[in-house]
């Protein structure tokens, strides 16, 4: 099992940077695909950004971020890390971390039910 703590959220206005951490708790972190997906007021929960496990070979975008943020693991450091650059106010929610134990390398996630562990989610604003 892992607890899983996100960070780095806040208020920013529209074209700044915010950078997201995901803190993960046991010694096996490493053996998790990971992703980041998010949920807008009266929206359902999408998929934003997914890495395999290990040295994260695999990444993966939601078109509507591709180019604009970027995901990545420090296996040491337990945590995985959505970095977000030229935000836009489409991209407010509650930004929500996920784990999934795989064998698997090179494999990424993009759906919600994919995923067995979650954090309680972290909020983004972004500012026009």
């Known amino acids: 099992q892992v607890q899983l703590d996100e960070s780095g959220g806040g208020l920013v206005q529209a074209g700044g940077s915010l950078r997201l951490s995901c803190a993960a708790s046991?010694?096996?972190?490493?053996?998790?695909?990971m992703g980041w997906f998010r949920q807008a007021p009266g929206k359902e929960r999408e998929f934003v950004a997914a890495?395999?496990?290990?040295?994260?070979?695999?990444?993966r975008y939601a078109d509507s971020v591709k180019g604009r943020f970027t995901i990545s693991r420090d296996n040491a450091k337990n945590t995985m890390y959505l970095g977000m650059n030229s935000l836009k106010p489409e991209d407010t929610a509650v930004y929500y971390c996920?784990?999934?134990?795989?064998?698997?390398?090179?494999?990424?996630?993009?759906?919600?039910?994919?995923?067995?562990?979650w954090g309680q989610g972290t909020q983004v604003t972004v500012s026009s």
């Open positions: 890495i395999s496990r290990g040295g994260g070979s695999t990444t």
């Open positions: 046991g010694r096996t972190f490493s053996s998790y695909a």
């Open positions: 996920g784990a999934k134990p795989t064998a698997y390398d090179g494999i990424v996630y993009t759906t919600g039910q994919a995923y067995n562990y």
